[in-house]
């Protein structure tokens, strides 16, 4: 055994067992589908008549909303009930009161000239021009119970840049908030801090107050150092008030969060169960376990030894992932667990392209042993392994930088996916297969390694010898009329957009006997609403959220729920808006676009302008496609659906990827290889890689398969999705991107 491999060795043993203690001894946190959480309901009080009204109420939520990821709460539902509620509910809540506490201040930030003390009456106003009438100047204490007198606001937290909580032992302020000002508040506060270096030292006037909700939270004096007029530069300063690290903290969360546009007030606080039932939680771990088999049994039957090797680095990659998401603090829902699971059959994409590099070695250059053509796969895989990863690296974190609420929680996932699946790859699986492939025994018997065979689809595919790339632009023709007809679907039927984009109605009822969730379910389901959401709340509540409902379809929900019990009283019926709220929604179409923006550049400085063009409208054409064909066939539009269409997005990418790599690589290859018309050479590329595309897409396939039949209503329409998704973006890899690369390439010359 080599240095090399002792180390990967090594390093593969430490990798699952930190992974293992960090499974064992963190516990994850579950979402509110899974496990239910606490649910806060607020209620605005308009303090003037212009702020009474429903863009005030949606001002609020996005506040709220920015609060809510400041707390570390992932995957939240707040949504507007009625015309003055806000519904806000948080899965894993330590501590709901100190949540509501949080959620409910207004936090009004704001920066004042001290005219004097309360008890000096007389005390001379700053000589800085006119200002508003001060007939009745603002009393407040500060932090030692002194009374000030308080000049109007100079300056107002809409000045802040950033907050940031901070301990410095050195100096002995201690915890501090440390905060920093955009463009124009820099200039108020050289000019606000400027005015008040013109008093004298010790004089009230020297000092500025910063007042948070009508409380001083901080009134220093400015330092002797700063001139009359010239003021503190630097756009920046600290305040300091003998805070603890919690209210340090929370200070910085209200800064950086912002102002609520108008009160609110916590009017109810409760427990609520998960919105979906223990059957659908137990169906979906069959289908995850049914599905993992599958896919499993599929490597091992295709390369055998190695296959077996893989399996076993899936079961790592599993491990590696939920250790991290436990280690971050991410929190699981039911698409997230499917996505999850759906990783495992993706991630066996590198270990395929490793094992069908090294059966191209040992059948092209007749390698006497199975190590040294396995050796040669993972060098010749490499670049592809790394660039179909680094791609999708970049969406996950340009997801995570600029989207918020599910979509960014899913850019955290994805990231956590591609680098354990590169880690389970390029260490686990290598460290595993050295091992394996130096025993003497497979050098006798190297049919048993797996990848001493060139395989089945490679034979057929050189039996026929096709010319793929023959007639690109029927291929192009093809993936028009596709585009054509599912934008047809789009424009005809329309999309239904679920609760989470549109709202709807919430109706609560009292229960004489406490109802179970998943009866409800089933009850509603055959009243013809099969996507009810139902949440049970203490212990005789049950809330049924739906889309908009006529008279006639909310008696039908009363009648359903009313079947189950002796008695059911409606306590509740309000509108509520969607939880993923407008600027969620542009937040996350301003990602995406981002995110391809900075895919395009990439795919463009490690390939071509013209490949990265080509695999990005690809990406379109396959987002377009699966968008319509969830129109045709009328299924819902929703947050399940959108972290599906991300994961399409990924797949799509990938897939592009791998077959751009070999035509690169053949394009290098020899100067006879330059006097090959190009449409041949991708031809010959894309017949090159088909082999890893069909098992790949074989993997994924099986695991999707057990999800929608095994998974339960919950995750049928996700698995049909990703499904449609998976064949789509097979397609378009092959028979779309490659050959647009083609003509756009023929068109140039």
């Known amino acids: 055994m080599t240095r090399a491999q002792r180390i990967r060795g090594l390093l593969a043993l430490a990798i699952v067992a930190l992974s293992l203690y960090v499974a064992m001894s963190v516990p994850v946190h579950l979402g509110l589908d899974l496990r239910g959480g606490t649910q806060i309901v607020l209620e605005t009080r308009p303090t003037a008549a212009d702020d009474d009204g429903p863009d005030t109420v949606d001002r609020t939520v996005e506040v709220l909303r920015g609060r809510v990821d400041a707390l570390g709460v992932a995957e939240p539902t707040i949504v507007r009930s009625g015309s003055d509620r806000i519904v806000v509910e948080l899965p894993g809540v330590q501590d709901p009161a100190e949540a509501a506490e949080v959620l409910g201040r207004t936090a009004r930030l704001s920066f004042h000239h001290v005219l004097g003390t309360a008890l000096d009456a007389t005390a001379p106003e700053a000589a800085a021009g006119p200002r508003p009438d001060q007939s009745r100047p603002p009393v407040l204490p500060d932090e030692s119970g002194q009374l000030l007198r308080l000049d109007a606001a100079v300056m107002t937290g809409k000045d802040v840049e950033k907050a940031a909580a901070r301990f410095d032992a050195q100096s002995g302020a201690g915890w501090h908030v440390t905060v920093e000002f955009k463009d124009a508040g820099r200039d108020r506060w050289a000019a606000l801090t ?37 003021g503190i530069g630097g756009g920046s300063t600290q305040i300091n008030g003998a805070f603890d690290d919690g209210e340090a903290r929370e200070l910085a969360l209200l800064v950086n969060g912002g102002a609520l546009p108008v009160p609110v007030e916590t009017v109810e606080e409760r427990t609520v169960g998960p919105t979906l039932g223990a059957q659908a939680i137990t169906a979906s771990v069959w289908a995850a376990a049914v599905g993992s088999t599958l896919t499993a049994l599929f490597v091992i039957a295709v390369y055998r030894l190695l296959g077996a090797l893989a399996a076993v680095a899936l079961l790592c990659y599993g491990l590696i992932s939920y250790a991290a998401l436990a280690a971050l603090g991410a929190t699981l829902t039911l698409p997230g667990l499917a996505g999850f699971v759906l990783a495992i059959g993706m991630a066996v994409d590198a270990n395929v392209l490793v094992f069908e590099r090294a059966r191209e070695e040992y059948a092209a250059h007749h390698r006497p042993t199975p190590r040294s053509a396995l050796a040669a796969g993972f060098r010749n895989a490499l670049s592809a392994i790394a660039d179909s990863n680094i791609t999708t ?121 406490p109802v179970d969730p998943d009866r409800a379910r089933a009850a509603l389901a055959d009243a013809g609403f099969p996507h009810a959401v139902v949440q049970t709340s203490g212990e005789n509540r049950l809330t049924v959220r739906t889309g908009q409902l006529t008279t006639a379809q909310a008696n039908a ?13 409606e306590l509740r019926d309000e509108t509520i808006g969607p939880s993923l709220g407008k600027e969620l929604r542009r937040g996350a179409l301003i990602a995406l676009a981002v995110a391809l923006g900075a895919q395009l550049v990439y795919l463009a400085v490690r390939f071509r302008l013209l490949l990265g063009t080509a695999a990005v409208a690809a990406l379109a054409h396959d987002v377009v496609i699966l968008v319509g064909v969830f129109a045709w066939l009328g299924k819902p539009v929703d947050g399940v659906f959108l972290a599906a269409l991300l994961t399409v997005i990924g797949y799509s990418v990938n897939d592009s990827v791998v077959v751009f790599d070999r035509l690169r690589e ?38 999707l398969t057990a999800l929608a039949g095994f998974g339960g209503d919950s995750l049928t329409d996700f698995a049909l999705a990703l499904l449609i998704g998976l064949a789509v973006g097979t397609y378009s890899s092959m028979f779309t991107a490659t050959p647009l690369a083609v003509v756009l390439q023929e068109r140039r010359r």
């Open 194 to 230: 400027g005015e008040a270096a013109c008093r004298p030292a010790g004089d009230p006037a020297r000092r500025v107050a910063i007042v948070l909700d009508d409380r001083i939270v901080s009134s220093p004096q400015v330092d002797p150092s700063v001139r009359c007029g010239a």
């Open 393 to 513: 690296l970049i969406a996950a974190g340009l997801l995570f930088l600029l989207a918020s609420g599910p979509v960014r929680g899913f850019g955290v996932t994805l990231g956590i996916g591609v680098l354990a699946s590169m880690v389970s790859a390029l260490v686990i699986t290598r460290a595993l297969a050295d091992l394996a492939v130096s025993r003497p025994g497979l050098r006798r018997r190297p049919h048993l390694t797996g990848i001493a065979h060139t395989g089945a689809v490679r034979d057929r595919l050189a039996r026929g010898n096709p010319r793929l790339m023959r007639h690109p632009r029927r291929w192009l023709a093809a993936s028009a009329a596709a585009l054509v007809l599912a934008g047809a679907g789009i424009a005809l039927r329309g999309l239904d957009f679920g609760i989470e984009f549109t709202g709807g109605r919430q109706v609560e009822y009292a229960t004489a006997t």
């Open 557 to 569: 929900v009363g009648t359903a729920v009313s079947d189950l019990t002796s008695r059911a009283d």
């Open 666 to 703: 053949l394009t290098r290859h020899a100067d006879k290889e330059r006097e090959t018309p190009f449409r041949d050479i991708a031809g010959r590329a894309l017949q090159q890689t088909l082999p890893r595309t069909v098992n790949t897409g074989t993997g994924a396939a099986l695991i």
